[in-house]
Nanobody, 117 residues
Framework: QVELVESGGGLVQPGGSLRLSCAAS????????MGWYRQAPGKERELVAG????????TYADSVKDRFTISRDNAKNTVYLQMNSLKPEDTAVYYC??????????WGQGTQVTVSS
């Protein structure tokens, strides 16, 4: 079955960096659109970054442009989110999402990112 497992979250000071990973299995990863979302307490889940299946077209939320970078390694069935210059407002649970070629959508269990001094 489809499985998405996020890792790499944790506690970091403002200005620091983290790299999140999402290991995928159970579907044809290279044909799937992948995305990172986040949800802060009391707020709706929002798109952080997305990456297409083909020529790796990337999209970012305005709030993370020039700080976060999404990438994928189709050989490892893994999507990454490099997060630099982290701010307290980046604190949230970060989720990986897969959109399969037939339209089905799947979510990972989430990983907590806390930015605090």
């Amino acid at each position: 079955q489809v499985e998405l497992v996020e890792s790499g979250g944790g506690l970091v000071q403002p200005g620091g960096s983290l790299r999140l990973s999402c290991a995928a299995s159970g579907f044809t990863f290279r044909n799937s659109v992948m995305g990172w979302y986040r949800q802060a307490p009391g707020k709706e889940r929002e798109l952080v970054a997305g990456i297409s299946s083909g020529p790796s077209i990337k999209t970012y939320a305005d709030s993370v442009k020039d700080r976060f970078t999404i990438s994928r390694d189709n050989a490892k069935n893994t999507v990454y989110l490099q997060m630099n210059s982290l701010k307290p407002e980046d604190t949230a649970v970060y989720y990986c999402k897969a959109i399969l070629s037939r339209g089905s959508e799947y979510w990972g269990q989430g990983t907590q990112v806390t930015v605090s001094s």
